[in-house]
């Protein structure tokens, strides 16, 4: 499909085999290129079965934007198409329609040059290769998902997208994946439902967004996945616990009533029995306003960060490190180290966790003891943590993809995004929710940093190292 | 006794005042289905006989009276409620001033047919008929919506307006006829024209005739005369009123039509006078002459009486299905540059006539 | 407006009353004969008398959806969600997944219609590649109480309280 007219070449050249040199003369729309690309397309589309309605990929389908660039002929293919098998699976939830497969062999290609896995391979000559996995091994690569995007018509697809919606109707929306060091650059496809229709779920899949200086355009199967799980059991309300009881209040309500607490105990001047835990999901100037809030004006007395174990990194994209910014902790004078919940139970009176979005009952174990001993427990979430019981205030916060900010990876390159979804409810940015505190608890100093940009501004002007590239 | 039989003519008015107002509504509404090709309310039915709708206005009555009698909070309640009545009141009074038959003799007493027969029932009728104005614009300023009271308005423009009309399109007849007393005039038309055509008003003025049904139809305030109400896009004067309030505003109209029409058979079509018919029988002009009893001649009156009311509204109700509504300078220059210049003219035209024939 | 005008205006006026006086007189007769048992050529009304007397719908009608079924009872539809699509109203929601069959691939497991919205443009119909919806129930009464009993599911069928 990429013949090209090369000025010296006698015959069309394939654009994508041939190397550039210079003085090349290159014609891509010629009427010869294009006739050629038109039989080519015929010849693909012969064998074609008419799936759209029922593909996947009807909508991103590149067959079909050849077809509408090139073609719209009517089949001149009057023999009975040949009947291949249409449900193979190929491992790590993927589905092979060998009927839909053009051999391109792309998929083939990407596991033998990109993962060097080699599971997949074509069979058979001629009218009769077909893809299908090596020995009957499974596709069992972190790297499986990325199959279905390159795949160029709907041959490879994902259980767990399949059949769910159509492409057409999703919303893309950059952003950055928060699940490790490495910060690779998405889409978000969301679809947020008809007028009367509620989705059972608005993020329908995630997808890499090319970055060559960071995954190019792969992702793992962690990132693609991640993103159900966090979008799950979300909390949208600002609750006050007391006796079990849970009452719902307003954002001026519950940031008024933990700024009483803060302020009580540093008037006092026991800023050391306030304990801050936080997590390096944070934003550069989400830190940046934390140090300057806890550490700078009220001094508290253990400020400590609280993040997922390290993973076992897989040697391309996926690091050890699975939150997306302590190298922006450490860079902004943070020791991003496990808080010490056994001093934090006997010295803190005022516990404030800003709770990771993956923090989630399992994990807890550690905390509670402490959780349970300390007098004031202020839990700021995006999801159900598993703490909530104990807390006496829980602040609902967004999730990475709901706000904007900025990280900086593994590698120290810094990235800025801006807020790929609507967060739910009342659940707000956790910038908003540290102005709103040294608003409440009226901080010389931190007055006018009432927007994302300014707070950008004053974080830049003090580390110029997060300046992005 | 005299109070007894007054009391029993009282009565005996009011029901057949309001039991043909009753069925008016049916009337208009067979009518004007039947006019466009419908069929019309046929629905209400007691246990299963429809009889064409017949029981229609019952249902009505029966959802009006149970409706929820709603005032709202920012009006002026005495007021508010008062209204319907005073409209309602002074149109019900109109009607016993109609003569509805010649005198019977029962056991040896005279009895009119008639509840007052006043020296000057004409004068009162168009008095009472004035007065309705009140209830209209009560009902508009009582209700403290501006709209409404902007309906009231317009409507006791348009009544002021047509009364001047109607009041010269009278005078032409009263010019023509003995008396004020409405007994005296419909006694007046019994007699003869030329030899062969009865006295009737229409024929003593038909010019004052068609005056006076043009402004009586606007005195109604129906279509095309509606623009007190205008129920389709402009807001009336009963807006803020529901219920028995809001039927008594629609039944004052239906009642207007009969006083209307009665007025209308008592002064232009002879009243209760059948053509060349005499206490004693028919005395044809051509000769020949048929005797009656003096119980088939008053029943026959009657009857004549009730045919020309009941012609009357149907004329009326036609009207109202027929033409579109004028609008509201429209209504004006053919109140005042039309119908009243044309009373004046009436008049005079009357007086030469009058000066010559004598 | 001069003499002439106004007498033009009056003998317009008569005749307009002539006129609805003749359509009462002519439908009253009508009536009249009917009434005693004499057939006229025409009736005296148009009226339908709707519960009991019924319209034929014609065959091109849009009325209440319905989903076409293969020979073995299972829907055509393969919830392409070329009708949600193609819907100015919103008002389809489809829910799809895998069929047994491989061939047919994918077929709905629950077609919900919200007839609150639905303008019954017929544009579903129109864009349904697999000839699965149709709108020629003929049913015409479906209104209900309720907003929510106006979603309608037209497959698998009605549920509880969604009897059409």
Not at chain 1, 461 to 466: A, C, D, I, Y
Not at chain 3, 4 to 14: H, N, S, W
Not at chain 3, 67 to 89: E, F, I, K
């Amino acid at each position: 499909m990429c013949v090209v007219e090369i000025d010296g070449c006698p015959k069309l050249e394939l654009a994508c085999a041939t190397a550039v040199k210079d003085g090349m003369d290159v014609r891509t729309g010629t009427d010869r290129g294009c006739e050629a690309r038109r039989v080519v397309l015929e010849f693909l589309l012969a064998e074609h079965p008419l799936d759209c309605p029922v593909c996947d990929k009807a909508g991103e389908c590149r067959l079909q934007d050849y077809y509408q660039d090139h073609g719209l002929f009517a089949s001149r293919f009057n023999e009975a198409k040949t009947k291949r098998a249409k449900l193979v699976p190929i491992g790590k939830s993927l589905l092979l329609d060998r009927e839909r497969c053009i051999l391109c062999t792309r998929c083939v290609r990407f596991l033998e040059d990109i993962t060097r896995t080699h599971e997949l391979g074509v069979f058979e000559r001629g009218n009769r290769s077909e893809v299908g996995t090596r020995e009957d091994r499974e596709v069992a690569t972190n790297y499986a998902g990325n199959l279905v995007d390159l795949c160029p018509v709907g041959a490879i697809t994902d259980r767990e997208f399949r059949f769910s919606t159509r492409a057409w109707f999703l919303k893309r929306s950059a952003s950055f994946c928060p699940l490790c060091g490495r910060g690779c650059e998405i889409w978000i496809d969301q679809h947020p439902g008809f007028a009367r229709t509620v989705r059972s779920k608005r993020i329908y899949r995630v997808r890499p967004k090319e970055n060559p200086r960071r995954n190019g355009p792969w992702m793992c199967a962690a990132g693609r996945r991640g993103f159900a799980v966090l979008d799950s059991h979300r909390i949208d309300q600002i609750f006050r616990i007391k006796d079990g009881r849970r009452t719902i209040l307003t954002w001026d309500k519950g940031l008024h009533w933990a700024a009483l607490k803060l302020e009580e105990l540093s008037a006092k001047g026991h800023s050391g029995r306030i304990a801050v835990v936080l997590n390096s999901f944070l934003s550069n100037e989400e830190l940046f306003l934390a140090r300057r809030l806890f550490r700078d004006s009220l001094h508290v007395g253990s400020l400590a960060f609280l993040d997922p174990e390290p993973g076992i990194p897989d040697g391309f994209l996926l690091t050890s490190q699975r939150s997306s910014n302590r190298r922006g902790a450490r860079e902004l004078g943070f020791d991003p180290a496990p808080p010490d919940w056994d001093r934090i139970a006997e010295t803190a009176e005022l516990l404030l966790l800003f709770a990771h979005p993956l923090l989630d009952a399992a994990a807890k174990g550690p905390i509670e003891k402490a959780w349970n001993r300390v007098r004031t427990r202020i839990l700021v979430t995006p999801r159900e943590s598993g703490l909530e019981a104990g807390a006496d205030v829980i602040l609902p916060s967004a999730l990475p993809a709901e706000k904007p900010g900025s990280w900086t990876n593994i590698d120290g390159s810094s990235s800025a995004f801006e807020s790929a979804l609507e967060s739910p409810g009342e659940a707000l940015a956790e910038w908003r929710i540290l102005t709103g505190l040294a608003r409440e608890l009226r901080i010389d100093g931190m007055a006018g940093l009432e927007s994302i940009g300014r707070v950008r501004e004053d974080c830049l002007r003090m580390h110029p190292f997060f300046k992005v590239t | 006794m005299e109070i007894l039989i007054t009391l029993i003519k009282i009565v005996g008015t009011l029901v057949w005042f309001l039991t043909l107002t009753l069925y008016l509504t049916w009337v208009e509404r067979k009518e004007s289905a039947v006019i466009q090709d419908r069929i019309g309310a046929n629905r209400a039915s007691i246990l299963g006989i429809r009889a064409f709708g017949l029981f229609q206005p019952l249902a009505d009555a029966v959802k009006m009276i149970f409706k929820q009698d709603f005032v709202p909070a920012f009006s002026d309640r005495i007021l508010h409620s008062l209204a319907p009545f005073l409209s309602f009141f002074f149109v019900a009074v109109t009607i016993t001033a109609v003569p509805f038959g010649d005198s019977l003799r029962i056991a040896g007493r005279t009895v009119a047919l008639q509840v007052i027969d006043g020296s000057a029932g004409l004068i009162f009728i168009l008095a009472m008929l004035s007065m309705g104005i009140y209830g209209i614009l009560l009902g508009g300023w009582a209700s403290r919506n501006r709209y409404s009271l902007l309906g009231g308005m317009r409507g006791a423009a348009q009544l002021i307006s047509y009364e001047v009309a109607l009041g010269f399109s009278l005078v032409g007849l009263v010019m023509v006829f003995p008396s004020l007393r409405l007994s005296d005039i419909v006694a007046f038309q019994g007699g003869l024209l030329f030899g062969f055509l009865p006295r009737w008003g229409v024929f003593l003025q038909p010019l004052g005739f068609a005056l006076f049904f043009i402004a009586a139809l606007a005195e109604t305030k129906r279509v095309p005369f509606d623009l007190p109400e205008g129920e389709s896009e402009i807001i009336g004067f009963f807006t803020e009123y529901g219920g028995l309030k809001w039927g008594l505003f629609m039944m004052t109209d239906f009642m207007e039509i009969i006083v209307m029409s009665a007025l209308m058979t008592t002064l232009y079509f002879g009243g209760w006078q059948v053509p060349w018919l005499g206490p004693g029988g028919f005395h044809f002009p051509w000769g020949g002459e048929w005797p009656l009893p003096r119980g088939a001649v008053v029943a026959l009156q009657v009857a004549s009486f009730n045919i020309k009311v009941v012609f009357g509204c149907w004329l009326q109700i036609l009207i109202r299905w027929t033409y579109p509504r004028l609008r509201y300078d429209q209504l004006m220059d053919l109140g005042w540059k039309i119908l009243v210049p044309l009373g004046f003219a009436n008049i005079g035209l009357t007086a030469v006539l009058i000066g010559v024939l004598s | 407006m001069t003499v002439k005008d106004g007498a033009r205006f009056a003998i317009e006026v008569l005749r307009g009353g002539l006129i609805t006086a003749r359509h009462f007189a002519v439908n009253m007769a009508r009536h009249s004969l009917r009434a005693i048992g004499i057939r006229t050529r025409r009736t005296g009304a148009v009226t339908i008398q709707y519960p009991e007397a019924r319209k034929q719908v014609p065959s091109r009608h849009r009325s209440l959806h319905r989903l076409l079924t293969r020979p073995d009872g299972r829907p055509r539809c393969v919830a392409c969600m070329l009708c949600l699509t193609v819907c100015p109203s919103e008002c389809i929601s489809v829910e799809a997944d895998e069929d047994p069959d491989p061939e047919i691939q994918k077929t709905p497991i629950r077609f919900e219609i919200d007839l609150s919205r639905c303008c019954f443009c017929g544009f579903c119909v129109e864009a349904c590649p697999e000839d699965a919806i149709r709108m020629d129930t003929g049913i015409l009464e479906w209104g209900r109480l309720g907003r929510d009993d106006l979603r309608i599911e037209i497959w698998p069928g009605p549920g509880p309280g969604r009897k059409i």
